[in-house]
C-alpha cells in the first residue's frame, strides 16, 4: 500500500458533520436540587444520613443488618441458598487454566 497517496487522500477530506456557530453554555441553567420526577415522596430527604436510614440496595446496609428480615423466599446472601446455588470453589490448578487459556496443562 502506498503511504503517500493515503496521506494525499486524507489531506483532501473535509468532515461529512458540520457545525454552526460557536459552543457556548446557557447562562439561565437552573442547577438546583430537586426529587425526580417518578420519586415516591417528591421531595429531597434533608441530609444523606436520612436517606441511608430507610434505603435497601441490594439487601440491608450494613448497619441495619439486624433490624430487617427478608421476607418468606427472600434472601440477602448467597450463602442463605441451598448449597447447590452458592460459589463454586476453584482450585489452584484450575484457576492456572483458566488464566493461561489451557496453554498450562500441556506445559
Known sequence: MNATAISRAMAHRTPLISFVGKRSIPQ??????RAHPQA???????SFA??????LQHGPLA????SIVAAAG???DRNQLP???????????EMELIESGGAAAWA
Not at 439561565?28 to 436540587?33: C, E, G
Not at 415516591?40 to 434533608?46: A, G, I, M, R, S
Not at 448497619?63 to 439486624?66: E, F, P, Q, T, W
Request: aromatic share 14%; charged share 40%; hydrophobic share 20%.
Open 50 to 55: 436520612e436517606y441511608r436510614k430507610n434505603a
Open 28 to 33: 439561565n441553567l437552573d442547577h438546583t436540587p
Open 83 to 93: 448449597k447447590k446455588f452458592w460459589r463454586m470453589t476453584i482450585s489452584k490448578e
Open 63 to 66: 448497619s441495619h443488618r439486624s
Open 74 to 76: 427472600e434472601y440477602f
Open 40 to 46: 415516591p415522596t417528591k421531595e429531597l430527604p434533608d
